[in-house]
Structure formats: structure tokens, C-alpha cells
């Protein structure tokens, strides 16, 4: 591996916004010492977890915890975008509410994007809003959804349709339980990583292509380039546009499509599967506006499939995914802003997609 990253600190800045660090580690050891360092000794922080990854880390994180916060609760919800609800954030206030939380005690969000997002709409609504911290435990939590302060819940399956933005106050991203993760989880990180390049910067993109088996055997000096990378670019993005009103939408390259095929496979697809195969259709689209050679497309189709991403589905018709499209929360009077590339690492907003470029797009994503 010729690009090695050291343990670091990146340190995000947003207007009228309290700065907060992502701090790169290799363990959960320096856990204790990061809290501290956030005056949270003496106050209560309550873990919150899915039932997947309690019984691997909530043991580890609730001793660094205690080691500065005696008061520590837990809550554990079942692991599955299923729990990605209201409902699910009422018990979590039931559980503050009864512990006595205030509004300086804290939240951590331990698990991957589904207890951050949950969590952190949690941090932002109770006692309208209290701090939270983000330990992510998946590739695509730790490159992506950790950072930036994007929080919400799913609502009769719309995806994120009701949330708020609530910057966190630390995220510590512990580089070592990416060994733990399954492959679908571990693609579905890969989903989000290459957009990333294909959105910003086409260096990085060619960098995974290049370097794609040290990244599917996750050796450490890849893992800790291409995490601190995408965080260092998810930075840019967020202090450059923290609340979406301009260059942030950008990060939805593949998300229109992606998140209407996500909805209609009843979330039967990691969330990552989904993204590359709306990142497929936009550079699809962007091909036939002739911005895109043929070659760079079938690229970007081709290199889902080394990193265990798919390239076509089944079940689900491309009328019914065109849809879908129009309940999305990313529609601006009434038509969507949807994301294409000029050329790989360079996106940009379109709002003149039409209905018959988006089939057309979809229906050479069908398997069947």
C-alpha cells in the first residue's frame, strides 16, 4: 500500500456551530480521555446501541464510559432499519426522562447509520437538544452518515422524512471493528466511498480501483487512508453547506434512485447496495447527455461489481421506482435535484432530469 494515514484528528468547523473533532483510532483505549476532554465527567451519558453490536462493544465502550461518567445508561433497540422510527426515539425519551437526563448529559450513538441517525434526532428534540456523540461501527457510518450533523427517522417508509440537523460534539471512529463487519455491510460502506470520488475527486476513485484487493482483505493502512480521506472531504462539503441549501446536495449522487429502489425492496438491500445502483442509472443518464464516454461509464458500472456491490435488481418495475422519486425530500418546487457528473470527480445539481431519461436509466438496471 503506498498511501499509509497515521492516526489523526480532523477537526469540523460549521457557522454559528460549536467545533467538534473525528478522531481516528485503532482501539476504543483513548475513549475515556476524548470524553474528558469534552467536560463530560460527572454527567450522565446514555449508550444507545442496536442488538447487533451490543453484545461485540457495548461492554468495551460503557467501562471507557464509566471512567469518567459513573452515571451511564444503556439503551438497545432491534438492529434493522425496521426500528429507524418514531416510536423508537419515544422509548429512548422514556428512558431519559426516567434517568433524569438534562440538558447537559449527553447521548452516544454506537452502531452504524440507523442508531446515529436516531440518536442524533434524539440529541436534537429532547429538552430541544442536547449533545450527542457519534462511535461509529460500519464503513459506511464512519466515512459518511457519522459526520455533518444529518439526523432523522423513517416515516411509513419514506426515508428520513422527518429530522433536523444536530452537529454532534465528537466523533471517534475506532478503525479496528471494520474487521468485524460482514461483506454486505462492508460493500454497502464501499456504496457511499466511491461516491465520494466519483462526486469530488477522481484521484481517490482511481486510488480504490487500483488498490481494491487491500481494501477487500481491509488491511489496515487502506482502511485508515480511504476513512480519514472521505471524512476529510465530508468535511469540506459540511463547512463549506451545513444545513443542503447548495453544494452539500452534491453527497446525493445516487441517492434519488437509490432510495426509491430502497423503499420499494422494503429495504431488503443495505443502504449502500441501493446508492451504487442509483450511482449506475445518474452515470447512465450522464453518458447519454454526453458527458460521459462509454468507457468511463461502463467503468463505474463494472467496478460495483468488484467490490461486491450489484448492477441490476429484480421485482420492482421502473414505473414504480419513477414514482417514488416524486415523494422524495430532496424535490424543489416540484422537480427533483438530481445529481449527474460532468466527467468522474466533478457533480453537479440538475433540476431538468426527465421522467423518460430516469426509465430509461432504470430499465437498464432490470434484471428480469
Not at 468547523?13 to 469534552?38: M, N, R, V
Not at 465527567?41 to 447487533?52: F, K, L, P
Not at 423513517?154 to 463487519?181: C, E, R, W
Request: net charge negative.
Amino acid at each position: 500500500m503506498e498511501k499509509s494515514q497515521d492516526m489523526k484528528t480532523i477537526t469540523v468547523k460549521t457557522p454559528g456551530q460549536e467545533p467538534y473533532d473525528i478522531c481516528l483510532k485503532h482501539s476504543f483505549s483513548d475513549l475515556a480521555c476524548e470524553l474528558k476532554k469534552l467536560g463530560c465527567e460527572g454527567r450522565r451519558i446514555c449508550i444507545v446501541t442496536d442488538s447487533t453490536v451490543a453484545p461485540l462493544y457495548l461492554a468495551e465502550v460503557k467501562e471507557q464510559v464509566q471512567l469518567c461518567c459513573p452515571a451511564a445508561e444503556t439503551y438497545i433497540f432491534e438492529a434493522g432499519e425496521q426500528s429507524k422510527t418514531l416510536a423508537t426515539v419515544q422509548e429512548l425519551y422514556k428512558v431519559l426522562i426516567q434517568a433524569g437526563f438534562d440538558r447537559k448529559d449527553y447521548l452516544l450513538a454506537l452502531g452504524g447509520g440507523v442508531t446515529g441517525d436516531l440518536t442524533g434526532y434524539a440529541a436534537a428534540t429532547y429538552l430541544r437538544g442536547i449533545r450527542f456523540i457519534q462511535i461509529p461501527t460500519t464503513l459506511l457510518a464512519q466515512i459518511d452518515s457519522s459526520i455533518g450533523g444529518k439526523t432523522g427517522v423513517d416515516f411509513d417508509q419514506y426515508k428520513n422524512m422527518v429530522g433536523a440537523f444536530h452537529q454532534p460534539a465528537l466523533v471517534y471512529i475506532n478503525l479496528s471493528v471494520l474487521k468485524t463487519l460482514s461483506d454486505d455491510q462492508f460493500a454497502s460502506g464501499m456504496g457511499e466511498l466511491l461516491k465520494y470520488g466519483l462526486s469530488f475527486d477522481a484521484d481517490f476513485y482511481e486510488w480504490a480501483i487500483e488498490h481494491m484487493e487491500g481494501i477487500e482483505e481491509r488491511e489496515p493502512s487502506a482502511m485508515a487512508y480511504m476513512v480519514a480521506k472521505c471524512c476529510e472531504l465530508k468535511r469540506y462539503i459540511v463547512e463549506k453547506d451545513p444545513t443542503e441549501k447548495g453544494d452539500r446536495a452534491l453527497l446525493n449522487f445516487g441517492h434519488t434512485i437509490g432510495h426509491a429502489i430502497e423503499k420499494l425492496k422494503n429495504f431488503t438491500l443495505t443502504h449502500g447496495a441501493c446508492v451504487a445502483l442509483g450511482t449506475v442509472a445518474a452515470a447512465y443518464i450522464s453518458w447519454q447527455r454526453g458527458m460521459l464516454d462509454e468507457d468511463e461509464f461502463y467503468e463505474i458500472r463494472d467496478m460495483n461489481v468488484g467490490f461486491g456491490l450489484p448492477i441490476s435488481f429484480d421485482s420492482i418495475s421502473a414505473e414504480d421506482i419513477i414514482a417514488v422519486t416524486k415523494s422524495d425530500k430532496k424535490m424543489d418546487a416540484g422537480k427533483i435535484r438530481f445529481i449527474l457528473l460532468k466527467k468522474p470527480g466533478k457533480a453537479y445539481i440538475a433540476t431538468d432530469v426527465t421522467d423518460q431519461e430516469m426509465l430509461e436509466a432504470v430499465k437498464m438496471l432490470k434484471a428480469d
